[in-house]
Nanobody, 126 residues
Framework: QVQLVESGGGLVQAGGSLRLSCAAS????????MGWFRQAPGKEREIVAA????????YYADSVKGRFTISRDNTKMTVFLQMNSLKPEDTAVYYC???????????????????WGQGTQVTVSS
């Protein structure tokens, strides 16, 4: 089992940048594919980006391609989400999640993720 804690959220103006971090503890971090999700008020939770165990494969939602970058440092047991050119529609609570079953590649489906952090608020003002 792995415990996840997100940080790095905040208030930023449109066009600005934020870097989210998700620190893991407990189990061996490199055994988990990881994902970032977000949920805006009144909307369903959606995937933002995902990364494989080794970091060699990534996935991005169309809405963030070219603006967001997911990465991981297995030695530090941390996954990152670099968010550039932020838009007001990026406003949401951002969650990281761990997928213990995916051995190769990534999962873009929420149901495949087993462990979740508590979330961090990102607010983008216009």
């Amino acid at each position: 089992q792995v415990q996840l804690v997100e940080s790095g959220g905040g208030l930023v103006q449109a066009g600005g940048s934020l870097r989210l971090s998700c620190a893991a503890s407990g189990d061996s971090f490199s055994r988990y594919a990881m994902g970032w999700f977000r949920q805006a008020p009144g909307k369903e939770r959606e995937i933002v980006a995902a990364i494989s165990r080794s970091g060699g494969s990534t996935y991005y939602a169309d809405s963030v391609k070219g603006r967001f970058t997911i990465s991981r440092d297995n030695t530090k047991m941390t996954v990152f989400l670099q968010m550039n050119s932020l838009k007001p529609e990026d406003t949401a609570v951002y969650y990281c999640a761990a997928d213990r079953r995916r051995q190769n590649g990534v999962d873009a489906t929420i149901a495949e993720y087993d462990y979740w952090g508590q979330g961090t608020q990102v607010t983008v003002s216009s």
